[in-house]
Every structure is written in structure tokens, then in C-alpha cells.
């Protein structure tokens, strides 16, 4: 039997962590009751997030955040969110998940919660035709820019730290759109961003000055869906979803609708699992 001072003890430990418990459950039942699923997105970002000529949200991860809406029983409500703002949009309540093109950085992890990747991208250097850029060695010495509080930004920036080329400077910048137009206008003669993005931006005909110059010599980029840091039981059903979307042959579906037609790239690294 246990003493008195030891069941008040445990009684107490217990009534201390329902609390948690039931936060942590919260925006899951808050969904399931309310049939409203609200997705951060980028809508500057294609093919992962844009808007169709008629103003309406579309992209794989629109695509993502309404197959997620439909197995909750619930609504998608897209709601744009900028890059530098897709933390703060999901740590402020703004929105309930994050499906948003996000790196799975242990930085990030201190304040939000990540998935196994839903998404895995290579990166290009994206250069200004006459910028004399052809491959990622010619970046020293140009002047190079990308999206304040990004992987890219922080991998570049590391990079020319130890370049020792003075002439080479750093320009952070709002959104994507603000880094395309900085780099088309020549404020910049590049910057890091994913090929299927890049490939897109090209094609559009709204940049006729960009061009491809080899790859970033940085691995793939795994992105994650994001939930508040202690939706315990909502991070568990969104690994369950990506889970069974790649099971179910929609992650290739979707895939080949906005990126590519094929083989949809692996999730995983190799040797090591998430």
C-alpha cells in the first residue's frame, strides 16, 4: 500500500499534467469540432503555393492542405502566410498547421513541432543572364541575396564567411517575390532556390532575365508540415496522414501535378531514419 504523503504526491503530479495533456489535444479536437482546418501557406512560392489567374490559392501544398481538410472531416481555409512569418503565424494561433515549403531545422524545432518530410527538393543557384555566373563557384565576389530567416539564407551566409571576398555582400529580403524581383531588377546576381521553383519562375516569362547556374553544393531540401510544439496528439495524426498519402500513391499523384511526371523523390536519408 502506499502512504498518504506518497498518494497526495502522485495526485498531485497527475492533476499538474492533465492540463498539458488536454492542450496538447486541443487543436486536433478543436478541428474534428469546428470542421475548420486553417493551412499556412505560402502563395509565392510555385508550384508549391500561387494563385490561379482568378485569385484562387493552388499548388501542391494547397493540394496537401485539402487532402488533410477531407481526412479530418473539416474545411480547408487557406490563409497566406509570407516566409518569415510562418512561425510566428502558427505560434500566435493564427493557423493550425503549417504546410508551408518548411525546412526541418533543430532551430525551428525549439518552437514549433515538425513532421517526418512531406516534400524533398534540390537546390540551384538561380542567376541573371550577363551577371558572369555560371556555377556556384562565381558567387564570390556578386552581390547574393534570399529570404530573411531561411535554411538557403543560412547555408549561403555560412559560405561566405569563409569566402574572405569582400566584395561579396548579403541582402535579406520579406518574401520570395521580393528576392525573384530584386534578382531580376539586378540588385542581386543570385540567389539559392529549389529547381522545380526555379525551372517554374523561367518558364513563366515573368522574369525573362533568370537563368539556371548548376546546383548548391547542399543536400536536398526536407520539408515538413509544422504543428504548435506541444500538439503531441495532432503531430501524431499528421505523421499518420503523410504516412499513408505516400502508402496510397497521392504523394506521387500530387507530385507529378505540380512538380514533375515519374518516380515523386525519396522522403528519407539514407542510413538513418526520422
Not at 31 to 40: D, E
Not at 162 to 182: H, L, R
Request: hydrophobic share 40%; with cysteine; proline share 7%.
Amino acid at each position: 500500500m502506499l502512504n498518504r504523503s506518497l498518494r497526495v504526491s502522485i495526485a498531485t503530479l497527475l492533476a499538474l499534467s492533465l492540463p498539458g495533456l488536454a492542450s496538447a489535444a486541443s487543436t486536433l479536437d478543436s478541428i474534428v469540432q469546428s470542421k475548420v482546418l486553417r493551412c499556412g501557406v505560402m502563395l509565392d512560392s510555385p508550384p508549391s503555393g500561387f494563385r490561379t489567374p482568378d485569385n484562387k490559392p493552388d499548388g501542391y501544398d494547397v493540394a496537401y492542405c485539402n487532402d488533410m481538410a477531407k481526412a479530418l472531416g473539416a474545411k480547408a481555409e487557406i490563409v497566406e502566410t509570407p516566409s518569415p512569418d510562418r512561425i510566428p503565424a502558427l505560434v500566435s494561433n493564427r493557423i493550425d498547421v503549417l504546410i508551408a515549403s518548411t525546412t526541418n531545422s533543430s532551430a525551428r524545432g525549439l518552437s514549433v513541432a515538425f513532421s517526418q518530410p512531406y516534400l524533398s527538393v534540390p537546390i540551384a543557384v538561380l542567376t541573371r543572364k550577363g551577371a558572369g555566373i555560371k556555377s556556384w563557384a562565381d558567387l564570390k565576389g556578386h552581390a547574393l541575396g534570399g529570404v530573411t530567416g531561411t535554411t538557403t539564407e543560412q547555408f549561403l551566409k555560412a559560405a561566405i564567411s569563409t569566402w574572405n571576398e569582400p566584395k561579396t555582400n548579403y541582402t535579406g529580403y520579406g518574401s520570395d517575390n521580393d528576392s525573384y524581383m530584386a534578382l531580376e531588377q539586378g540588385k542581386v546576381d543570385a540567389i539559392l532556390l529549389s529547381v522545380p521553383v526555379s525551372t517554374l519562375l523561367i518558364k513563366s516569362g515573368q522574369f525573362p532575365h533568370l537563368e539556371l547556374a548548376g546546383d548548391a553544393p547542399m543536400p536536398p531540401d526536407l520539408l515538413s508540415i509544422a504543428v504548435k510544439r506541444t500538439d503531441y496528439e495532432f503531430l501524431n495524426w499528421t505523421k499518420l496522414f503523410i504516412w499513408n498519402q505516400v502508402a496510397s500513391g497521392r504523394y506521387k499523384e500530387i507530385y507529378n501535378q505540380y512538380f514533375a511526371p515519374g518516380d515523386a523523390p525519396s522522403l528519407s536519408v539514407s542510413g538513418v531514419d526520422y
